[in-house]
């Protein structure tokens, strides 16, 4: 189909090149000389310039021209004529070519805003339908989320309800087991007693856990800033941990020279993260074991790193060691998977941060980063 475009195309410019060609011969030939001659006659003879005189010279010339002693003459004029009839041809040849180029290229033009306007006009289609998709998935992901806020609501209100309810009840037997402490001095009831005990505390530190949470959950707390020295604050978790300590036979190994260190922050909250961890510490040290303690300070931080000789954090439970109610394979507290949860609440509510690992001689390793207090 080209190829025939092609063909025709050229035989059609050929053809008005000939055209242009003839028409220039005959031009040449019938009009260019006779006038050529008529002029030459006017000036050959000295006549003065009339309208007879005029008309009689082109006349005379015209009939001149064509005499057979003049077809040299006229052959000369046949070319003349022949070559302006050619160049005007080829004049046309070009002007014909460039013209049907900018019809090529004004169709191409045309084409490539087809294209662009079917291409503007897909895009747009496919925005739509993807906005579209993705108001809906935003619409879902926003019920969802009102799913989620709702149900850490419930969750939060669940467990202030049960610290509540938990610690009303236990506050009735904590008193009369005291007493039964003291009065009782059978050995087989003692013992009873004593499991007893264990248990009433373990649900006491779960509700007042449960209820620390709460606040912290629902943003029900304000952080004090007492002007804390962490070296006295662990002299007093050691001692109220003394007896934990005696049972297994576990000493501690603190640093020799330990600055007094100032931190600023809840005191009471302090201390519970610091006994959160030593409880830790404690329960999964083996007997005659050595936890250690060590705080320095580096960069304007205060570190407090407590260490045991346990068998640490199981692989993979790092990770999850500060999930709510979630507990390792091997390093796990006694207070049903909240007590480093806690302390990590704690630690940032304070601006500082807890990091854990295990340590590379054994044991697990827990470091309490705090903001040191600058005294002016």
């Not at 070009?94 to 049907?100: D, L, S």
Request: charged share 25%; aromatic share 6%; hydrophobic share 40%.
């Amino acid at each position: 189909m080209e190829a025939k475009k092609s063909i025709s195309i050229g035989l059609f410019t050929i053809t008005h090149v000939l055209l242009h060609t003839i028409v220039g011969i005959l031009l040449g030939y019938f009009l260019l000389h006779p006038i050529t001659m008529a002029i030459y006659w006017f000036e050959i003879n000295n006549v003065s310039v009339t309208f007879q005189s005029l008309s009689d010279s082109f006349s005379e010339g015209f009939m001149h021209a064509f005499h057979l002693h003049m077809m040299s003459m006229s052959l000369v004029f046949i070319i003349i004529g022949g070559i302006i009839g050619l160049g005007s041809g080829l004049y046309f040849r070009k002007i014909h070519k460039q013209g049907r180029e900018l019809q090529i290229k004004q169709h191409q033009l045309n084409d490539s805003f087809k294209k662009l306007e079917d291409l503007n006009k897909s895009l747009e289609e496919k925005v739509a339908k993807r906005t579209r998709r993705l108001k809906e998935a935003n619409e879902k992901l926003e019920a969802l989320n009102l799913k989620l806020v709702n149900l850490d609501k419930a969750k939060t209100g669940f467990l202030g309800l049960i610290s509540h309810e938990i610690r009303t009840p236990l506050n009735g037997i904590i008193g009369p087991l005291e007493l039964l402490k003291d009065t009782v001095h059978a050995p087989d009831v003692g013992d009873l007693i004593d499991i007893l005990d264990l248990s009433v505390k373990r649900l006491e530190t779960f509700a007042l856990n449960a209820l620390l949470i709460t606040r912290f959950k629902t943003k029900q707390i304000e952080i004090k800033k007492d002007r804390i020295n962490i070296l006295n604050l662990i002299g007093e978790v050691l001692d109220e941990e003394k007896e934990k300590f005696q049972k297994g036979n576990i000493q501690v190994k603190k640093n020799d020279e330990i600055t007094p260190w100032l931190i600023s922050g809840e005191t009471d909250l302090i201390k519970k993260c610091i006994g959160n961890v030593l409880d830790n510490a404690i329960n999964f040290s083996p007997k005659d074991s050595t936890i250690e303690i060590k705080i320095y300070a580096e960069n304007h931080t205060v570190i407090c790193e407590i260490k045991d000789n346990g068998k640490g954090f199981a692989t993979g439970s790092i990770d999850q060691a500060f999930d709510l109610f979630t507990t390792g394979d091997v390093y796990k507290d006694n207070c049903l998977g909240v007590g480093l949860s806690i302390v990590k609440m704690i630690m940032e509510e304070h601006g500082g941060s807890i990091i854990i690992g295990n340590d590379p001689e054994g044991g697990a390793s827990v470091k309490l980063l705090f903001m040191q207090r600058l005294e002016e």
